[in-house]
């Protein structure tokens, strides 16, 4: 006498071993991050010939910089000798106000004509000079 199979069992469909799956995935997330890196790199690069003239005279008439990608208002001011304090105030930012890819930051210098208040005139001024 045969044994038949009983009708009612189904075999589960087995899944593909994760390492299968993970081998699978890999290329595309490594093309992925390959793919980023490239579009970030290549909106760094500027082409000095597309300048337009309105881009010509901004740029003589007053220092800015054009925001890119990773930048940061500290970092700009660092990198252009300014206070961070004085590039967030020229701006109107505060150190919280976030800042955009393309935005344009005026860079202008710190005046030399600057008069920063004396101990004898903030003494005078409060009352406090004897």
């Given at each position: 006498m045969t044994r038949s199979p009983s009708r009612g069992v189904?075999?589960?469909?087995s899944k593909p071993p994760r390492s299968v799956v993970a081998f699978v995935a890999f290329p595309f997330v490594v093309i992925g991050l390959v793919a980023s890196k490239v579009v970030?790199?290549?909106?760094?690069?500027?082409?000095?010939?597309?300048?337009?003239?309105?881009?010509?005279t901004e740029a003589a008439d007053e220092p800015s910089y054009r925001v890119e990608l990773?930048?940061?208002?500290?970092?700009?001011?660092?990198?252009?000798?300014?206070?961070?304090?004085?590039?967030?105030?020229?701006n109107g930012l505060s150190w919280k106000t976030p800042i955009f890819l393309g935005q344009v930051?005026?860079?202008?210098?710190i005046p030399d004509?600057?008069?920063?208040?004396?101990?004898?005139?903030?003494?005078?001024?409060?009352?406090?000079?004897?």
């Open positions: 189904r075999r589960a469909r970030s790199a290549s909106s760094r690069r500027r082409d000095p010939g597309a300048a337009s003239a309105a881009d010509a990773g930048d940061t208002v500290s970092e700009i001011a660092i990198r252009h000798g300014l206070p961070t304090a004085h590039v967030l105030a020229q930051i005026r860079l202008d210098p004509d600057l008069e920063w208040p004396s101990a004898e005139n903030v003494a005078d001024r409060d009352g406090l000079a004897s």
